[in-house]
């Protein structure tokens, strides 16, 4: 082969690994801009003043920037107390969603038992199962609560409701039936499958029980599972609407103030303004959308400061129960 065609041939190659470098790049580029499009729209609004908006030379950079819209979309939320409340609540649910499940996962993966293929079987159909066929069910279970019929043989009362209170939500995670538990405790009965049995046997033989070896040797080596479900429960946690309004509908949450925002808005925004309530004036649409876009972004600002603290860890924990499962 002649140094000519050496030569052309090696451009070939550099052009071609040139060429599917812009495209792997312009991809990824085009991919991110639709993904945060929304977020940088929302972030550009929760600045803009209410005179841009009749502005038609302006897009996305304001020409008057002001912070009215953040302050008054977090006076109509309340948003300090209603944040601290959402956060304690996400917070206990996932953990103790964390614990049962891990514990349920574990189970599934060690021992064996009459049923246990029968039951797994279940929890895998609660995968599959949409969540709104259950709610008429889940809605009387709680408005009578009455553990095994206790309650009732003591009082004569056929239960407690327990509706408009956390405790629904509280029971379902500490029980392994909260929000996602079915692929919680798949993702934890995978890893613990995949460890090595001598494990167990050699904490066994020290005389460390189930329980002891499931706190002390398997639940430390679980840390990507862990990080994976926490991570996961809270966002769900965080966002969700379906249990929250079922269970909870009077409750100070995120998701039930964000749905509530729109009307909200339109109501208190002439007060916060400086109007008399017997005035008669009306919010503007257009700034009342202004206001409840910078409500869901702050919604939705923990998530995005939580995921940029951890998203490395996330992105590990993923690749390693991906691999150990």
């Known amino acids: 082969m002649s140094s000519g065609?050496?030569?052309?041939?090696?451009?070939?190659?550099?052009?071609?690994?040139?060429?599917?470098?812009?495209?792997?790049?312009?991809?990824?580029?085009?991919?991110?801009?639709?993904?945060?499009?929304?977020?940088?729209?929302?972030?550009?609004?929760?600045?803009?003043?209410?005179?841009?908006?009749?502005?038609?030379?302006?897009?996305?950079?304001?020409?008057?920037?002001?912070?009215?819209?953040?302050?008054?979309?977090?006076?109509?939320?309340?948003?300090?107390?209603?944040?601290?409340?959402?956060?304690?609540?996400?917070a206990v649910t996932t953990a103790l969603t964390t614990a049962s499940c891990a514990l349920a996962g574990y189970g599934f993966a060690r021992f064996s038992f009459p049923g246990s293929n029968v039951l797994f079987a279940l929890v895998i159909l609660t995968i599959l199962v949409p969540t709104s066929t259950l709610m008429v069910p889940m809605y009387l279970h709680f408005r009578s609560f009455d553990l095994?019929?206790?309650?009732?043989?003591?009082?004569?009362?056929?239960?407690?409701?327990?509706?408009?209170?956390?405790?629904?939500?509280?029971?379902?995670?500490?029980?392994?039936?909260?929000?996602?538990?079915?692929l919680f405790i798949y993702i934890f009965r995978q890893f613990f499958k995949g460890m090595p049995k001598e494990i167990e046997e050699a904490a066994l033989i020290d005389g460390a029980g189930g329980i002891?070896?499931?706190?002390?040797?398997?639940?430390?080596?679980?840390?990507?599972?862990?990080?994976?479900?926490?991570?996961?429960?809270?966002?769900?946690?965080y966002n969700d609407t379906l249990y929250t309004s079922l269970f909870m509908s009077e409750s100070a949450l995120m998701p039930l103030k964000v749905a509530s925002l729109p009307a909200q808005a339109n109501q208190l925004i002439p007060q916060l303004m400086g109007y008399a309530s017997s005035s008669g004036i009306k919010s503007d649409p257009n700034h009342v959308a202004m206001i409840v876009d910078t409500g869901i972004l702050l919604a939705i600002a923990p998530l995005i400061l939580l995921y940029l603290a951890v998203q490395r860890y996330f992105v590990e924990s993923i690749e390693r129960s991906g691999i150990i499962g």
């Open 148 to 182: 095994f019929g206790l309650y009732e043989r003591v009082s004569g009362h056929s239960g407690v409701n327990l509706l408009n209170t956390y405790w629904p939500s509280i029971i379902t995670a500490a029980t392994a039936m909260g929000l996602k538990a079915g």
């Open 212 to 237: 002891r070896t499931f706190t002390g040797i398997m639940l430390p080596n679980a840390v990507s599972p862990l990080i994976t479900v926490i991570l996961f429960s809270f966002v769900w946690q």
């Open 5 to 90: 065609s050496i030569r052309l041939k090696k451009a070939g190659g550099q052009a071609s690994d040139i060429l599917s470098f812009i495209f792997r790049y312009a991809l990824v580029i085009g991919i991110s801009f639709i993904i945060l499009y929304p977020i940088l729209l929302k972030i550009s609004v929760a600045f803009k003043d209410k005179i841009d908006l009749y502005d038609p030379t302006i897009f996305v950079i304001p020409k008057h920037y002001t912070l009215d819209n953040i302050r008054m979309a977090m006076q109509i939320m309340d948003y300090g107390p209603l944040l601290a409340n959402t956060l304690l609540f996400v």
